[in-house]
């Protein structure tokens, strides 16, 4: 094991030091490579990023790349990648199409590793797309933002892709769910927003109304159950 492996192993053991996680950019920075700004008073640390190549570094507070993980599997890309307390990583593996671009239509998982990359946790889910970010809560459950495509004739006259976050356990159970289109009524959409998503497929904006995207924290909220009744997958 290297100095540097070996210094990032100490500093991921100690929770005090653990900087937020950064997602990875939609689109490629106009900065150059490297140190930009470094003033004095910057906390010690690592920062841990995905970047747009699929790769998730940990860089410390002088730029300088102390480890990196690709995806464990192939043909994927590694994203919203985050440090747990006990060491281990939290992150997103999406994969990719034959021509080499992301897949858009979901094939994504979520996955725990270790730091040597070793998967000791995996989360896939055969009917919601798993997208942009997840997050481990205090009781060891998993938050996870999704979407569904869904049907609700009293909000719009096609289908809906509909964005919902769902709470699984370590078995991989999901013990809670909240679903956008059932709270529709209480967003205070206006009389154009409501037509737009009325229209869905045939209005730019109708059909992916409710799109989600990363979050630094989520927060589980007391909320009403899902109304499954409602709905039609």
Same mark, same amino acid.
């Given at each position: 094991?290297?100095?540097?492996?070996?210094?990032?192993? %100490?500093? +991921?053991?100690?929770?005090?030091?653990?900087?937020?996680?950064? %997602?990875?950019?939609?689109?490629?920075?106009?900065?150059?490579?490297?140190?930009?700004?470094?003033?004095?008073? @910057?906390?010690?640390?690592?920062?841990?990023?995905?970047?747009?190549?699929?790769?998730?570094?940990?860089?410390?507070?002088?730029?300088?790349?102390?480890?990196?993980?690709? /995806? *464990? &599997?192939?043909?994927?890309?590694?994203?919203?990648?985050?440090? +747990?307390?006990?060491?281990?990583?939290?992150?997103?593996?999406?994969? #990719? =199409? *034959?021509?080499?671009? +992301?897949? &858009?239509?979901?094939?994504?998982?979520?996955?725990?590793?270790?730091?040597?990359?070793?998967?000791?946790?995996?989360? /896939?889910?055969?009917? #919601?797309?798993?997208?942009?970010?997840?997050?481990?809560?205090?009781?060891?459950?998993?938050?996870?933002?999704? /979407?569904? &495509?869904?049907?609700?004739?009293?909000?719009?006259?096609? /289908?809906?892709?509909?964005?919902?976050?769902?709470?699984?356990?370590?078995?991989?159970?999901? @013990?809670? =769910?909240?679903?956008?289109?059932?709270?529709?009524?209480?967003?205070?959409?206006?009389?154009?927003?409501?037509?737009?998503?009325?229209?869905? #497929?045939?209005?730019?904006?109708?059909?992916?109304?409710?799109?989600?995207?990363?979050? %630094?924290?989520?927060?589980?909220? *007391? %909320?009403?159950?899902?109304?499954?009744?409602? #709905?039609?997958?």
């Amino acid at each position: 094991m290297t100095s540097h492996a070996r210094t990032f192993g %100490a500093i +991921l053991g100690s929770a005090i030091l653990f900087p937020m996680a950064f %997602a990875a950019f939609a689109y490629p920075t106009v900065l150059n490579q490297g140190m930009t700004i470094l003033k004095p008073g @910057v906390q010690p640390g690592i920062v841990i990023f995905a970047a747009p190549d699929g790769v998730v570094y940990a860089v410390d507070t002088q730029g300088q790349v102390v480890k990196k993980w690709t /995806s *464990p &599997e192939p043909n994927t890309d590694l994203a919203y990648t985050r440090p +747990l307390p006990d060491g281990n990583l939290l992150g997103r593996i999406q994969r #990719r =199409e *034959p021509d080499g671009t +992301l897949s &858009e239509t979901g094939g994504a998982d979520i996955i725990e590793m270790t730091q040597a990359g070793r998967v000791v946790w995996k989360y /896939s889910d055969p009917v #919601r797309i798993l997208h942009h970010d997840q997050e481990r809560m205090f009781n060891g459950n998993t938050l996870i933002a999704c /979407s569904t &495509e869904i049907r609700v004739p009293a909000i719009s006259q096609t /289908s809906l892709k509909d964005d919902c976050v769902i709470e699984v356990d370590g078995l991989g159970k999901i @013990v809670w =769910e909240w679903q956008t289109a059932d709270h529709f009524d209480e967003l205070g959409l206006s009389a154009e927003a409501r037509a737009t998503v009325s229209a869905g #497929r045939e209005v730019k904006g109708g059909w992916d109304w409710a799109h989600v995207n990363a979050q %630094a924290r989520f927060r589980r909220l *007391p %909320a009403t159950p899902t109304r499954a009744s409602n #709905r039609a997958m």
